[in-house]
């Protein structure tokens, strides 16, 4: 899975970061570049899941309302009420995907400040390196 790549990937790098290897840091930051991309077409997709899930809910609360009160001629409120109970396995998938969803952004956001640090590193080393050339 790519979460699982990823937290490998920044697993990595935590273990290389007293490491002055310029060329593993940028396979690092690379690898973790490409595999944030992945996460965030996961993300998208779950995204749209979740939207889809959440107007189809929308739409069986009210069908179920409308049901409700035309057959017991229940109030809108009660009729309401008695749509979301009906309507309760709806509402947990709607609420496992909007997690899974924030989830994923969270986890793209933080992979995206690693890549910043990953590349202020490698821009510190490669500074550090010329440095050392000019001074020779």
């Known amino acids: 899975m790519i979460v699982e790549r990823i937290v490998e990937i920044i697993q990595s790098y935590e273990k290389s970061i007293s490491s002055q290897d310029i060329h593993k840091l940028i396979e690092l930051r690379d690898f973790l570049a490409v595999n944030s991309f992945r996460l965030a077409q996961e993300a ?16 069986s ?5 409308q049901g409700i009160i035309g057959e017991k001629k229940l109030p809108m409120n009660k009729a309401t009420l008695e749509a979301t ?8 998938q709607e609420q496992e995907l909007e997690s899974a969803a924030y989830q994923l952004d969270l986890l793209l956001r933080q992979s ?10 490698i821009s510190y080393l490669k500074t550090e390196r010329e440095n050392a050339h000019k001074s020779v």
């Open 112 to 121: 995206n400040k690693v890549l910043e640090a990953m590349s202020q590193r």
């Open 44 to 59: 998208a997709e779950l995204k749209k899941h979740y939207n889809s899930t959440y107007f189809i809910r929308k739409i």
């Open 85 to 92: 109970i009906a309507n309760e396995d709806i509402y947990k």
């Open 61 to 65: 609360v009210n069908k179920s309302t």
